[in-house]
């Protein structure tokens, strides 16, 4: 499995942007960049996923760089309730299409 | 809307029991996964289901590990005899489609503790 580097803790502001970052040289043509969180004491939970071109759905933004070696999540108004671990994760369309997990990044968001 | 739920939500054990964690996944999906986390680990990946049979399998997934779709709506992980080691969140998942994109939902997880 291609593999993900990502900081191991990002802090923000209530009510600001976030952008947290993802790093994957390795991406292969055919990998998926997804991206989950985990709220304390929950199950992961889907935030957003593309290939090449940059996403938005109600709960994030996704930018890919051109290369695809690097992506970012855009939180665009972070709330207290965001505050999870971030993971970025490349799923290939074989197989099982299992979600390997990183370390993620711990976001932490001051009032 | 529709969620994987998962029972129990703690269970303790003594080490050398069986365990059986179950799960509802989501009801037209067609993929099942299971993964676990030991406290202020990452989460891992067990084992995937499809089509009433394993799909791929972890290192972790020895042969004290089973699972089983025994009626169509319940996916069971069975641990055939516990070790200390076992303690972790048990996390269910499941996925609609055979589509790249498709996300996993995953349950709130079943703690297991081994005495």
Known sequence: DA??????????????????????????????????????SQGP?????????????RMASLAIAEDRKSSTLILHRATLRDAAVYYCILRLLQGAQKLVFGQGTRLTINP | EPEVTQTPSHQVTQMGQEVILRCVPISNHLYFYWYRQILGQKVEFLVSFYNNEISEKSEIFDDQFSVERPDGSNFTLKIRSTKLEDS????????????????????????LTVL
Request: net charge negative; glycine share 10%.
């Open chain 2, 88 to 111: 972790a969140m048990y996390f269910c998942a499941s996925r609609l489609s055979g589509a790249g994109t498709g996300e996993l939902f995953f349950g709130e997880g079943s703690r």
């Open chain 1, 45 to 57: 939970e889907y935030v957003i996923h593309g290939l090449t071109s940059n996403v938005n759905n």
């Open chain 1, 3 to 40: 593999k993900t580097t990502q900081p191991n803790s990002m802090e923000s502001n209530e009510e600001e942007p976030v952008h947290l970052p993802c790093n994957h040289s390795t991406i292969s043509g055919t990998d998926y960049i997804h991206w989950y969180r985990q709220l304390p």
